[in-house]
């Protein structure tokens, strides 16, 4: 399960179709009969910007409208995926399908690619805003097919300490709302510490309690959830995602341009990367985190830690 570290606290602590254009790289306008043009552009598969907040519109006398996020401190215009479309009032975004997928005023989740400054990257109908991202809504995280085993809460404790245990040969484990754990096994390592380590996990016996056993109100076992597990395979190993987390902080460039706007840092297993949140994301530190870590690294919007 994901863990976080707050840079309060200073304690220890889990997307998307997107793309980056390169700078200089314009994007094409995207517009429905009765709509406005937007930014849209063609998207890839790296995430690096997760942009958690307010979806914002301001449609202009050219029949341009320009959508962009805002959350704390951070305000980034947004070039949406090729297809999409903006009408009415208030205004709301379309997908490809033709489906509403956010509303101005209304919260919205985008994940993207490196943040640029909007001088390198422009955006159709956008201006009075520093920079631009090449992203889109953020989809649910990855879900193996589960079995059909029900195992407890208990059950799944057993499995995350196995995971744990094994960092070179498993990528993580996360659940789902529907309740369906996901766990990852990292390509590229050991087999037969692999298939070894699955082995133990699926050996695990059920505790999760039949249906037609009513707990004591109040007990433990009134708690259980139903939990049904499945496998994938990923590209990174818990190794060495921690081998990353672990130079977050103690990268001096880096840390300069985050300054005081870091708020928590962790390993964001479900996407594969380090998540560093911030309260204020700018390009410099979108470009700095690309050069320092590559694509181990996603920037969010987080809210800063209040003192209690």
């Not at 520093?130 to 953020?138: F, H, I, R």
């Not at 766990?183 to 087999?191: C, L, P, R």
Request: hydrophobic letters at 40%; proline letters at 6%; charged letters at 15%.
């Amino acid at each position: 399960m994901p863990k976080w570290r707050s840079a309060a606290a200073q304690g220890i602590g889990a997307i998307a179709l997107i793309a980056v254009l390169s700078p200089g790289c314009g994007a094409n306008h995207g517009a429905s009969s009765d709509g406005y043009r937007i930014a849209v552009a063609p998207h890839d598969s790296e995430l690096l910007t997760d942009l958690d907040g307010t979806l914002n519109a301001r449609v202009n006398s050219d029949g341009t409208a320009c959508l962009w996020i805002t959350s704390q401190q951070t305000s980034i215009a947004v070039i949406w995926p090729t297809g999409f479309s903006a009408r009415g009032n208030p205004v709301g975004l379309f997908d490809e399908r033709g489906s509403r997928v956010g509303t101005a005023g209304g919260h919205l989740e985008v994940g993207a690619g490196q943040v640029r400054s909007i001088e390198s990257q422009p955006v159709t109908g956008c201006t009075g805003l520093n920079a631009s991202v090449v992203g889109g809504p953020l989809p649910p995280m990855p879900e193996a097919k589960p079995g059909t085993q029900i195992y407890s809460n208990q059950d799944i404790g057993d499995m995350v300490n196995i995971v744990n245990s094994n960092p070179d040969v498993f990528g993580g484990l996360w659940g789902t709302p529907d309740h369906v754990i996901t766990i990852a096994i990292a390509a590229g390592g050991d087999m037969n510490r692999a298939n070894g380590a699955r082995a133990q996990i699926e050996a695990i016996k059920s505790t999760y309690l039949p249906q037609d056993h009513t707990p004591s109100p109040g007990s433990l076992e009134a708690t259980y959830v139903a939990w049904r597990v499945g496998f994938i395979t990923t590209d990174r190993s818990l190794l060495k995602l921690n081998a990353v987390l672990s130079r977050v902080t103690s990268t001096q460039a880096f840390m300069k341009d985050v300054g005081n706007h870091l708020v928590s840092w962790g390993l964001n297993t479900p996407r594969q990367a380090v998540s560093v949140g911030l309260d204020l994301i700018t390009p410099v530190m979108s470009e700095d985190a690309q050069a320092k870590f590559g694509g181990w690294v996603v920037l969010e919007t987080a809210s800063p830690v209040t003192p209690a």
